[in-house]
């Protein structure tokens, strides 16, 4: 069984940095694509960020681009998630979630249902 722990989250000032964390074990991580996705309060799960089997693809919600940099380690078995110039709107719980039907393909999925497997959340909090 895949499990994904997540961490790295805390309370930042707007503007300020975070950089969370998602280590997998239990399966065969170089073959995922990885997803970053996060639910504020009051609202759905969102796709944040995502990036292929390889990282020979990554792919971003317009509300972080040029913003957050996904990144993987397939020696680590760890995704990451670079978040720069922070707003308070980027509050949220971020989870990560591991996409097992994406081996040898480029494609970065963006939907809920696509992802086979989540961690549990770390909470991100923004401070104006």
């Known amino acids: 069984q895949v499990q994904l722990v997540e961490s790295g989250g805390g309370l930042v000032q707007a503007g300020g940095s975070l950089r969370l964390s998602c280590a997998a074990s239990g399966g065969t991580f170089s073959r995922y694509a990885m997803g970053w996705f996060r639910q504020a309060p009051g609202k759905e799960r969102e796709f944040a960020a995502g990036?292929?089997?390889?990282?020979?693809?990554?792919y971003y919600a317009d509300s972080v681009k040029g913003r957050f940099t996904i990144s993987r380690d397939n020696a680590r078995n760890t995704v990451y998630l670079q978040m720069n110039s922070l707003k308070p709107e980027d509050t949220a719980v971020y989870y990560c979630?591991?996409?097992?039907?994406?081996?040898?393909?480029?494609?970065?999925?963006?939907?809920?249902?696509?992802?086979?497997?989540w961690g549990q959340g770390t909470q991100v909090t923004v401070s104006s």
């Open positions: 979630a591991a996409d097992n039907q994406r081996f040898l393909s480029t494609v970065v999925p963006t939907g809920i249902a696509n992802y086979d497997y």
């Open positions: 990036i292929s089997w390889r990282a020979s693809t990554t």
